[in-house]
């Protein structure tokens, strides 16, 4: 009779658990819903204009030009590949 008992018990609590685990979704569902369609309601904001690209600043140019140099030494002393080369002389004039 005990274990009857102690069965009808957990069966009480799980089934209270999950009654009341129901509502708290379903009231966090309506709240969620309710700000997503104030969210849509609400007129978007203009995105701000894109700044025109900067000219690079001397001292870029001055650096670029010097690993150009040095990717061009480094491909003569055989360190690279042609491809090496050329990929890594694509990313540094890609800035």
Partial sequence: MPLLRGLARTAAVAGTASVVAGRV???QDQKFAQQDAEAA???PEPAPAAPAPAA???DATADRLDQLKTLG???QSGVLTEA???AQKAKILAG
Avoid: G, I, M, T
């Fill in 25 to 27: 979704r379903h009231h």
């Fill in 84 to 86: 090496e080369f050329e």
């Fill in 56 to 58: 690079p600043a001397p």
């Fill in 73 to 75: 030494e480094l491909k």
């Fill in 41 to 43: 309601q609400a007129e």
